[in-house]
């Protein structure tokens, strides 16, 4: 505590960055002797300043001469009051203590004590915390911990349907035929023996072979009893890529800046429509459209329909901007134009 407000004084008096080396002019690593020849160095000088009242004297009026005859006097007894504690700190042991705290940094006044500034994080801080630790620890685990739970189930009706024995191994009867190069054929594991059924626990019954392959039974749309397999593999394990702190950012960008430097997947794929189109396609439009030799109602008829067919079969993505049955000519230039 005497450190701390020694500090504080000289950083007052003497200026904001004076330590108590600077105050005696000598180097951090002076020894004992150059110590003590700095404080008498500074102890006169400190003293005499004590009669420069009489000095200026003169120059000061009679009505505040006493006043600031006596505030110099306690100045320079306070100046001479801090070198001596100064001077016991340097010599003895606080000295370790000093020099840990100037290395380190110094506690800061705050009302009751000497308390480090330490950070305090704002409400943005908070709110970027909680995205990173909810939006990406979070969203991450939550499906993790849902594909535990989802392989489970399957396996404790293994369990239970063998009741104790051991679970035949899956085999794959693709590694023990040879068949030709040429021939890519995906061959089952062949089932023998009956089946049990297993109720879960959420009322869903579970069908387990003798190949320990789980199916669930469900009736279809047409009502009929269906056996559904259920193969973990189709079950995606979560990345990063599918939590919001990554997601959440590319959506913003793709609707912000991604705009300008990303096309439309309409005008991506017309930029390739457009340099593999027939050219007879582009004749019959232009024609078309620009009327110059007018067509009855029928032929104009039957070569929309004609257009419109090799429109479809060409640029497909048309047939997805607008309705088919209603989808004009003019319509259709109105995503395109050539």
């Known amino acids: 505590m005497k450190s701390f407000r020694l500090q504080n004084e000289v950083a007052t008096h003497e200026g904001a960055d004076v330590t108590f080396y600077d105050l005696f002019d000598i180097k ?8 003590r020849a700095a404080y ?3 102890s006169p000088y400190s003293a ?7 000095v200026h004297r003169r120059e000061i009026n009679r009505e505040g001469r006493k006043a600031e005859i006596k505030a110099q006097y306690q100045a320079a007894s306070d100046r001479f009051t801090r070198l001596g504690l100064i001077n016991k700190i340097l010599l003895g042991e606080g000295r370790v203590r000093y020099d840990s ?3 380190n940094g110094f506690p800061k006044w705050k009302g009751t004590g000497y ?10 801080s908070v709110l970027v915390g909680l995205f990173i630790f909810v939006g990406g620890g979070g969203h991450y685990l939550a499906p993790l911990f849902e594909l535990e739970e989802t392989a489970r189930v399957p396996n404790e009706s293994k369990t239970e ?4 024995r051991r679970i035949p191994r899956r085999t794959n009867l693709k590694r023990r035929l040879r068949r030709p190069k040429y021939l890519h054929l995906e061959l089952q594991p062949l089932i023998t023996g009956p089946k049990k059924r297993v109720v879960a626990e959420n009322g869903k019954v579970l069908v387990v072979d003798s190949a320990s392959n789980v199916y669930l039974e469900q009736a279809d749309e047409d009502g009929k009893m269906r056996e559904f397999l259920l193969d973990l593999d189709e079950f995606p394990a979560p990345t990063v890529r599918d939590t919001a702190l990554f997601r959440l950012p590319v959506f913003a960008f793709n609707k912000t800046i991604g705009r300008v430097f990303n096309k439309a997947p309409v005008e991506e794929e017309y930029e390739n429509w457009k340099k593999s189109h027939p050219t007879a396609l582009v004749l019959m439009i232009s024609r078309f459209l620009r009327k110059s030799r007018p067509l009855r109602p029928m032929a104009m008829e039957r070569q ?3 257009i419109r067919r090799m429109v479809d079969e060409h640029c497909g ?8 049955n209603t989808c004009s000519i003019e319509k259709v230039f109105d995503h395109i134009s050539i």
């Open 28 to 35: 951090p690593s002076a020894n004992q002797e150059e110590i």
């Open 40 to 42: 008498k160095k500074k």
């Open 48 to 54: 005499s300043r004590q009669g420069q009242g009489s």
């Open 101 to 103: 705290f100037l290395k």
């Open 115 to 124: 308390y480090y500034s330490r950070f305090r994080p704002g409400f943005g």
């Open 161 to 164: 349907a063998h009741a104790g």
């Open 304 to 306: 929309q329909e004609e």
């Open 317 to 324: 993505f048309l047939s997805r901007s607008c309705n088919k």
